[in-house]
C-alpha cells in the first residue's frame, strides 16, 4: 500500500472533532535544507523524477506556531501573519497547501486556526523559505492530529507523515523534517528510500561530515522563476532523461565519498549537480540565466583557493545567483577568513549567512 493510500485510509478516523472550549497551541521550529544532489522536475502529485540529498541547516529556520479552537462551521477558517503582518500571497499559499492535504487531515474543517510565522533570515535575502516554513506548517498539523486523535504518538510515524505532508506544500520541505543528511527520492539501492516521503540517511565517519554552509548573498532579488515554473520547464527538456539518470547516479556516488572520504569524488558530485541545475535552466525553452558575474566570480575563488590551500570545500547553488559555500566545521577559521579577504566583496552589501548542518526540528512550547 502506498503511503497516500495508508494516509486516506487513516483519515477515515479522523474526521470528527470532538467539541472543546478553550483555544490550544502548537509551535515547531523547523529548518530550511540545502540539496547537494538536486530534485528538479516532477510529476502528479508533487513526485520527484529523481532521488535528491540534502543536510539539513541550523541558523536559516522558520518558526511557526498555530493557535487553535473549535469551528462548528465548514472550515478551516485561517488567519496567517507572517512576521507580524498579514501577507495576503503567503496566506494563499497555505490555503491552497490545505486544501491539497486536507483528505488526509480532514479533522482541519472543523478548526480555526491562527497561524503566526517568522523567520530567522531576512525575507528579502533571495533565500527560499518554503522547505523551513512548510515543513514548519506539516509538522505543527501532525501535532495537532496528535492532540486531538493520538494517532501518531510514535516518533517515527509522527516524523513520516510531517514528511509525507510537507512534501505536498514544496518537494523540499519533505528533507527538512529530519537533521543531518537526507534522502527523498526512490532509488533502487537504498532501502527505505521513497518518492512519498524522505528519509535519514546514516553517514559513517561523521565527525568528518560536520558541515558548514556559508551562504553568500550575491543578490536578495526575488526568483526570477519560482520552483513550479522550473520544475515545469523540465517536462519538455531534450535532456530530461540524461539529468535524471545522472541524479541516480550521483546519489550513491556522493555516499561512496563520504563513507570513503573521498574528498576529490564529494567535490566533483556536488559542483557538477550545481552547475547542472543551472545549465539545465539556460538551455530550457525559454531559457534562463540566474548565475550573475559575482555568482561566477565566487566560484573561481573557490577553485583557486581550494588549489592553492588543499583546503576542502565545495560550491553549490539553488535556483538563483546565491552561492552556498559547503565545508568542514573544524575549518570555519580559515574559511571565516577566506570569505572575509577574497569573497565579501561579491556579496550584496557584504552580506552572507553563517549556517551550518543541524540536528533538525524543534518543537516549541
Ligand atoms: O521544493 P521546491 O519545489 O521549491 O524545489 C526545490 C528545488 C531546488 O531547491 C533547486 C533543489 C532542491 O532539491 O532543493
Redesign the pocket.
Known amino acids: 500500500m502506498s503511503l497516500s493510500e495508508k494516509y486516506k485510509h487513516a483519515a477515515m478516523s479522523l474526521q470528527m472533532v470532538q467539541p472543546f472550549e478553550s483555544s490550544r497551541h502548537v509551535g515547531w521550529k523547523s529548518p530550511s535544507n540545502i540539496?547537494l544532489v538536486?530534485?528538479?522536475g516532477k510529476r502528479e502529485p508533487q513526485i520527484p523524477q529523481n532521488p535528491?540529498m540534502?543536510f539539513t541547516l541550523s541558523n536559516s529556520f522558520t518558526e511557526t506556531s498555530i493557535e487553535y479552537s473549535f469551528y462548528d462551521k465548514s472550515g478551516p477558517k485561517i488567519h496567517f501573519t507572517f512576521e507580524g503582518k498579514n501577507e495576503s500571497a503567503f496566506k494563499k499559499r497555505i490555503e491552497r497547501f490545505l486544501e491539497s492535504i486536507i483528505e488526509y487531515i480532514p479533522f482541519v474543517k472543523q478548526l480555526e486556526l491562527k497561524i503566526e510565522s517568522v523567520n530567522s533570515f531576512p525575507h528579502s535575502s533571495g533565500i527560499?523559505s518554503?522547505?523551513s516554513g512548510m515543513s514548519a506548517m506539516a509538522l505543527c498539523l501532525v501535532s495537532i492530529e496528535n492532540q486531538l486523535f493520538g494517532t501518531l504518538r510514535n516518533k517515527s510515524e509522527f516524523f513520516e507523515k510531517a514528511s509525507f505532508l510537507a512534501r505536498l506544500g514544496?518537494?523540499?520541505?519533505a528533507r527538512s523534517v529530519y537533521g543531518g543528511f537526507v534522502v527523498w527520492g526512490k532509488h533502487e539501492r537504498l532501502a527505505d528510500t521513497s518518492d512519498e516521503v524522505a528519509v535519514k540517511v546514516h553517514v559513517p565517519g561523521k565527525d568528518m561530515w560536520e558541515l558548514g554552509d556559508a551562504i553568500l548573498i550575491t543578490s536578495s532579488e526575488k526568483k526570477k522563476v519560482s520552483?513550479?515554473a522550473g520544475?515545469d520547464l523540465m517536462d519538455h527538456h531534450p535532456y530530461a532523461e540524461a539529468r535524471y539518470e545522472q541524479a541516480r547516479e550521483h546519489v550513491p556516488y556522493l555516499l561512496e565519498a563520504m563513507e570513503a572520504n573521498r574528498d576529490e569524488l564529494f567535490i566533483r558530485v556536488v559542483e557538477n549537480e550545481a552547475l547542472s541545475?543551472h545549465a539545465l535552466m539556460v538551455n530550457s525553452n525559454p531559457g534562463f540565466s540566474l548565475m550573475n558575474n559575482n555568482t561566477w566570480s565566487i566560484v573561481e575563488k573557490v577553485r583557486d583557493f581550494r588549489k592553492d590551500t588543499g583546503i576542502f570545500m565545495a560550491f553549490t547553488l539553488?535556483?538563483g545567483p546565491n552561492v552556498h559555500l559547503i565545508y568542514r566545521k573544524k575549518d570555519k577559521v580559515q574559511i571565516k577568513k577566506f570569505i572575509e579577504e577574497k569573497i565579501i566583496q561579491f556579496c550584496e552589501n557584504g552580506y552572507w549567512i553563517d549556517d551550518e548542518m543541524g540536528g533538525g526540528p524543534v518543537e516549541l512550547n
Open positions: 540539496a538536486k530534485y528538479w535528491s540534502s527560499a518554503s522547505a514544496s518537494g523540499s520541505a520552483s513550479s520544475h541545475l539553488d535556483a
